[in-house]
């Protein structure tokens, strides 16, 4: 009888500790990380507000906006509700993907600044875009970024409903190198 009662008050206090979280946020913490969220983005809808998952965690909160295209980006904020991480701002996705491809802007450069894995804004991001959607046949954009490598200069992972993703390669030109399953 003891061991049960210990194990149900254990297992009560354990429950009751991890719902604490990543879960409960205050009505004034969710409005205070929205606002914040949408300042550090230049506009959007939030889409949901957490709070950190665990300890290892960099970020107080964790804010999920989406932009008019339909591309979601995350804001992490402190405790006093500064971003910590740079996200794109809502003005990169404000043009729309021409069909009529325009004269190639130039390739981001590598002198003082690392281009890979920095996320593809602005005309750029639609037209990396929208090659690598024309060249999968479709499916969802999730990541897009430049690259350092010498045989492409940009890298768009695509999404497909059934799961599978792939990176699509391209060159200055957003002409597809390679298409990695």
């Known amino acids: 009888m ?4 210990v194990a149900a008050v254990l297992g009560l206090t354990l429950a009751l500790s991890l719902s604490g979280c990543g879960e409960d946020i205050s009505t004034s913490d969710r409005e205070s990380a929205s ?6 983005t230049g506009g959007g809808t939030v889409v949901q507000v957490e709070r950190a998952g665990d300890r290892n965690d960099t970020y107080a909160f964790e804010v999920e906006v989406r932009f008019d295209n339909g591309t979601e980006v995350d804001v992490e904020l402190d405790e006093n509700f500064k971003a910590l991480n740079n996200p794109p701002k809502a003005s990169d996705f404000s043009e729309s993907v021409s069909s009529t491809p325009a004269a190639p802007e130039p390739a981001p450069t590598t002198i003082g600044l690392d281009v890979d ?4 804004t602005g ?3 639609n037209r990396a875009s929208a090659a690598a959607l024309k060249a999968t046949g ?3 954009v999730i990541e ?5 490598d010498s045989d492409h200069t940009y890298e768009v992972d695509v999404l497909f409903p059934n799961g599978e993703d792939v990176t699509v390669e391209l060159d200055d030109r957003f002409r597809v190198t ?3 399953r």
């Open 2 to 5: 003891k061991r049960t009662l």
């Open 178 to 180: 390679e298409i990695d």
């Open 123 to 125: 005309e750029r991001y």
């Open 35 to 40: 606002a914040a969220a949408l300042r550090a």
């Open 117 to 120: 894995d920095r996320p593809l």
């Open 138 to 140: 479709g499916g969802k």
């Open 144 to 148: 897009t970024s430049g690259s350092d």
